[in-house]
């Protein structure tokens, strides 16, 4: 089995930073694409950023947020900055993998709340 692990969510203030990571483990035998989607309160879960063969931004973050990967790890990290209080929402690990099977599969964490409040 495959497990999806994020961490680094909180409540920061306008303007502030926060740094998420997600680490994927069980088993693997690579590592397609790993990204981040967000959900509001009473909205639908949307895509923030994706890295795979390129990396992917939701208009909404670019020249924010950074996505980047540890691949030695199997680890996604989001860097938030100027974060904003529509930022608000859960956060969730996605994760294309291929196991020793050779099937590959699509996965979730659990989510992360991050909350940009004064």
């Given at each position: 089995?495959?497990?999806?692990?994020?961490?680094?969510?909180?409540?920061?203030?306008?303007?502030?930073?926060?740094?998420?990571?997600?680490?994927?483990?069980?088993?693997?035998?690579?590592?397609?694409?790993?990204?981040?989607?967000?959900?509001?309160?009473?909205?639908?879960?949307?895509?923030?950023?994706?890295?795979g063969g390129s990396t992917n931004y939701a208009?909404?973050?670019?020249?924010?947020?950074?996505?980047?990967?540890?691949?030695?790890?199997?680890?996604?990290?989001?860097?938030?900055n100027s974060l904003k209080p529509e930022d608000?929402?859960?956060?969730?690990?996605?994760?294309?993998?291929?196991?020793?099977?050779?099937?590959?599969?699509?996965?979730?964490?659990?989510?992360?709340?991050?909350?940009?409040?004064?």
């Amino acid at each position: 089995q495959v497990q999806l692990v994020e961490s680094g969510g909180g409540l920061v203030q306008p303007g502030g930073s926060l740094r998420l990571s997600c680490a994927a483990s069980g088993s693997i035998l690579s590592i397609y694409v790993m990204g981040w989607y967000r959900q509001a309160p009473g909205k639908q879960r949307e895509l923030v950023a994706t890295s795979g063969g390129s990396t992917n931004y939701a208009d909404s973050v670019k020249g924010r947020f950074t996505i980047s990967r540890d691949n030695a790890k199997n680890t996604v990290y989001l860097q938030m900055n100027s974060l904003k209080p529509e930022d608000t929402a859960v956060y969730y690990c996605n994760a294309d993998i291929r196991n020793y099977a050779l099937r590959s599969s699509v996965y979730w964490g659990q989510g992360t709340q991050v909350t940009v409040s004064s």
